[in-house]
T-cell receptor, first 114, second 116 residues
């Protein structure tokens, strides 16, 4: 089946630390991969995406590379800020009954302290 | 451009009452999704519409839940009668065009439902 596994949180970092949130997937075919971010009290916002192997998605200093050989899409940022505190969801899209269905990981909460 | 609009943002009701959640998708999008988010179960897809037609409702928990999309700019999710276990945040998402072809979805701010 199609599924996403991401690391348990919370991840607690100091400002300017390096961030990695691991995400691995199981899928048939070649899914698109996404990272969504959810700030407190808000909906999910697309952070970045990659639609084929070796693509690198990037936005707001965050990056993730679609690695087909390791079925991974790890999220990284070189220097986190307090404002990055949020819940991050890894997701994949696959075709199901004629439409693209999103499957989400369980989310990883990031807490950044000053 | 306006994003996905949901109303109300918060709803508190008593067990047994009817609840109606509303969603306005992004203009031009032809696909609409309803999700439920809880701590225990995470994000669950409830139902999906394409061109106003329900395509997949396999995630709807039970007959107490129903969803409609009478036109391209409006959808409702109704719970009747509501139960405390329905307490959750309900999200609406829409997509279309090239974004939809790759599976990207645009989420609304959600409705936080509390059933007492």
């Amino acid at each position: 089946g199609n599924s996403v596994t991401q690391m348990e949180g919370p991840v607690t970092l100091s400002e300017e630390a390096f961030l990695t949130i691991n995400c691995t997937y199981t899928a048939t075919g070649y899914p698109s991969l996404f990272w969504y971010v959810q700030y407190p009290g808000e909906g999910l916002q697309l952070l970045l995406k990659a639609t084929k192997a070796d693509d690198k998605g990037s936005n707001k200093g965050f990056e993730a590379t679609y690695r087909k050989e390791t079925t991974s899409f790890h999220l990284e940022k070189g220097s986190v800020q307090v404002s990055d505190s949020a819940v991050y969801f890894c997701a994949l899209a696959f075709m199901n009954t004629g439409f693209q269905k999103l499957v989400f990981g369980t989310g990883t909460r990031l807490l950044v302290s000053p | 451009d306006a994003g996905v609009i949901q109303s109300p943002r918060h709803e508190v009701t008593e067990m047994g009452q009817e609840v109606t959640l509303r969603c306005k998708p992004i203009s031009g999008h032809n696909s609409l999704f309803w999700y439920r988010q809880t701590m225990m179960r995470g994000l669950e897809l409830l139902i999906y519409f394409n061109n106003n037609v329900p395509i997949d409702d396999s995630g709807m928990p039970e007959d107490r839940f129903s969803a409609k999309m009478p036109n391209a700019s409006f959808s409702t999710l109704k719970i009747q009668p509501s139960e405390p276990r329905d307490s959750a945040v309900y999200f609406c998402a829409s997509t279309g065009g090239l974004a939809g072809a790759f599976g990207e979805q645009f989420f609304g701010p959600g409705t936080r439902l509390t059933v007492l």
